[in-house]
C-alpha cells in the first residue's frame, strides 16, 4: 500500500461508490507519480479502458 489506502476502498473509488478526499487524491497521485490534475484529465478520444485488477488479495514480495 504505497499511498497507505486499503484496496477495497480503491475499488469503491474505481466504481464510484466512494467520494475520495483531497487528502487521499493526493496520496494516491503520488503513488502513481503524477501530478494530482492527471487524476482528473479525460482520456484522450480512442483511449483503451484500462483493465480491472484480478480479484483477490496481492502475493506477498
Do not use: C, W
Amino acid at each position: 500500500m504505497i499511498a497507505n489506502v486499503e484496496r477495497a476502498y480503491v475499488g469503491y473509488l474505481e466504481r464510484g461508490r466512494r467520494n475520495p478526499t483531497i487528502a487521499t487524491l493526493d496520496r494516491l497521485a503520488a503513488a502513481l507519480d503524477v501530478h494530482i490534475s492527471q487524476l482528473f484529465a479525460k482520456p484522450a478520444e480512442g483511449t483503451p479502458r484500462p483493465e480491472p485488477l484480478r480479484p483477490g488479495r496481492r502475493k506477498a514480495s
